[in-house]
C-alpha cells in the first residue's frame, strides 16, 4: 500500500505557471506507476498525465499537452507536475494516483491522495 500526499496547489492568473508535488510514502514508490487527475466540482475526474516507472514513458490528455510536464524523483519517492500557460478552465482539484499499469483510465488507479485545488484567474 502506499500513501500519497499533495501540495503546491493555490491561485494563480491566467498565463501563469504551479508545480503540484505529491509525496508518496509506504511501499516502495518505484513499483508504481503515477498519474495525475483533475476534478471540477459536478463533474468527472478526467485524466491529466501518467509517468511510467522510470520516468521514461509518460502521456498527456490532450487539453493539457506542451503545458504540463509530468516527471519524477525515484530518490525522493515524489512526482510532479510542472504546469505552465495556465487557463482559467484549468481550476479543478488536481489528485494524485498510484496504480501497477500504464494506463490513462482513471478506474485502474488504486491509490489516491486527498487532492490539491488549483484556481487560474482570468
Known amino acids: 500500500q502506499v500513501q500519497l500526499v499533495e501540495s503546491g496547489g493555490g491561485l494563480v492568473q491566467a498565463g501563469g505557471s504551479l508545480r503540484l508535488s505529491c509525496a508518496a510514502s509506504g511501499r516502495a514508490f518505484t513499483s508504481y506507476v503515477m498519474g495525475w487527475f483533475r476534478q471540477v466540482p459536478g463533474k468527472e475526474r478526467e485524466f491529466v498525465a501518467t509517468?511510467?516507472?522510470?520516468?521514461?514513458?509518460?502521456y498527456y490528455a490532450g487539453s493539457v499537452k506542451g503545458r504540463f510536464t509530468i516527471s519524477r524523483d525515484n530518490t525522493k519517492n515524489t512526482v510532479y507536475l510542472q504546469m505552465t500557460s495556465l487557463k482559467p478552465e484549468d481550476t479543478a482539484v488536481y489528485y494524485c494516483a498510484a496504480t501497477w499499469i500504464l494506463t490513462t483510465t482513471r478506474d485502474e488507479y488504486d491509490y489516491w491522495g486527498q487532492g490539491t485545488p488549483v484556481t487560474v484567474s482570468s
Open positions: 509517468i511510467s516507472y522510470d520516468g521514461d514513458e509518460t
